[in-house]
């Protein structure tokens, strides 16, 4: 069973920055798009990035903010987040789906903007 394992949240200032990883437990095979997602409370799960191939998506709220990046032969992606909002504060999980159709999840991290 692969599962994704992510890292790199925590507490940050207004203004501040953060890196999430995340890495398959084991290589995935024909990755055809990952993403991140993030859900606060009381809120429904929304999409923040996605990659697939060439072409990167993202949320209106942190464009120019935040950026995608991922390796399909690593089986990793990440996401550089920059310039944090109290309103970015949310569990983020990242996702990925392959040529199969299989969609894989991470457990989430925490991310929490606060002064």
């Known amino acids: 069973q692969v599962h994704l394992v992510e890292s790199g949240g925590g507490l940050v200032q207004p203004g501040g920055s953060l890196r999430l990883s995340c890495a398959a437990s084991?290589?995935?095979?024909?990755?055809?798009?990952m993403g991140w997602y993030r859900q606060a409370p009381g809120e429904v799960r929304e999409l923040v990035a996605s990659?697939?191939?060439?072409?990167?998506n993202y949320a209106d709220s942190v464009k120019g903010r935040f950026t995608i990046s991922g390796d399909n032969a690593k089986s990793t992606v990440y996401l550089q987040m920059n310039s944090l909002k109290p309103e970015d504060t949310a569990v983020y999980y990242c996702?990925?789906?392959?040529?199969?159709?299989?969609?894989?999840w991470g457990q989430g991290t925490q991310v929490t903007v606060s002064s």
């Open positions: 996702n990925m789906n392959n040529i199969r159709s299989n969609t894989y």
């Open positions: 990659t697939s191939g060439f072409i990167r």
């Open positions: 084991e290589s995935i095979f024909g990755i055809v798009s």
